[in-house]
């Protein structure tokens, strides 16, 4: 390989938005046939609002509201902010929470007012015995179907209502991923969000491989069992649980608009936080080398 074509490789990248860690990389772009996308942050904006609050029979939505709104104030989350800043807009200032616990991939937890409060999946609430009843259940279900998320709340033991929160895909997003098509790739979208969601986001954007439910520390698995089935992996994410995942695989590329550790994490940064960089990377590495033979 010619050193110089390779630098050129690398100047065009800069050009397009695309920062390459090493000439190294270029290398490793041309085997790839399967590109793992993430899918908060990377294929969705990762930006939400709360679009509905259903509260249990017998209780009030601004209880539900102002109960879990206190207690994700203290996450950092996505679902987390679009909670706080929901329930603030309708029942203004939050309290403070105390005993504060981020429960990866699933939830929260923690104290506000005197009561013990959870937010999250229902399996974090099954944790700890507290079961949903029919009319919650259903209105998770719907939610999801639509491909929104539901976040189950609960306080001292029971389960108080669902708190609806949505996620648009980027606008780039559908177009993008038709183009890692054309480059001969088999997208593939993994998330920790429910099935049923999962699902709706890949129908709306052209992907049919969807691994959901996967806790964090899980990404990377998902990552060497495509590689142990002999595929060549492209990675593209974001967050700060992706990261594992982005140094397993044979190409990890970080949204530009994503956390340092992610970005610390991967071979390419895509400035632009929009999925065509993946595309102009991938075709851009292929040309350099076809360039070098
Ligand atoms: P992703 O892989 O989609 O970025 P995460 O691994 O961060 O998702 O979270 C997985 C799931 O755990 C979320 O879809 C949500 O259902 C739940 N969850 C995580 N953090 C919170 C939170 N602060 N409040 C409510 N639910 C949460
Ligand atoms: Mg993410």
Not at 54 to 77: I, K, P, Q, T, Y
Not at 179 to 194: A, H, Q, V, W
Not at 195 to 214: F, K, N, P, Q, Y
Not at 263 to 271: M, N, Q, R, Y
């Amino acid at each position: 390989a010619t050193p110089t074509a390779l630098l050129v490789g690398t100047g065009r990248g800069a050009q397009l938005g695309i920062i390459i860690k090493g000439p190294q990389v270029l290398e490793s772009t041309r085997r790839v046939d399967t590109v793992v996308l993430d899918k908060t942050g990377t294929v969705t904006t990762g930006t939400m609002t709360l679009v509905e609050v259903v509260a249990a029979d017998g209780e009030s939505e601004d209880d539900v509201l102002r109960l879990a709104g206190a207690l994700e104030d203290a996450s950092e989350h996505p679902i987390a902010k679009a909670v706080a800043d929901g329930a603030r807009s309708r029942v203004g200032a939050l309290r403070a929470v105390e005993d504060f616990r981020n429960v990866e991939g699933l939830g929260v937890q923690g104290v506000v007012d005197g009561h013990g409060v959870l937010a999250g999946r229902p399996r974090l609430l099954a944790e700890w015995s507290v079961a949903l009843p029919p009319s919650l259940v259903v209105a998770m279900e719907r939610a999801e179907a639509a491909g929104r998320t539901a976040v189950a709340v609960a306080w001292d033991g029971a389960a108080r209502g669902v708190l609806v929160v949505a996620d648009a895909v980027k606008p780039t997003s559908t177009a993008a991923i038709a183009r890692l098509r054309g480059l001969g790739l088999t997208p593939i979208l993994l998330t920790g969000d429910n099935e049923a969601t999962a699902r709706s986001v890949a129908r709306e954007v052209g992907i049919d491989e969807v691994v959901a439910e996967v806790l964090p520390a899980d990404k990377v698995d998902v990552v060497k069992r495509l590689q142990s089935e002999g595929r060549v992996v492209a990675m593209v994410g974001d967050g700060v649980n992706d990261a594992a995942a982005l140094a397993q695989a044979d190409l990890g590329l970080a949204m530009g608009t994503g956390t340092d550790v992610a970005i610390e994490a991967s071979d390419l940064t895509l400035v632009r936080g929009d999925l065509n960089a993946a595309a102009d990377a991938i075709r851009l590495a292929r040309r350099t080398l076809s360039t070098i033979k």
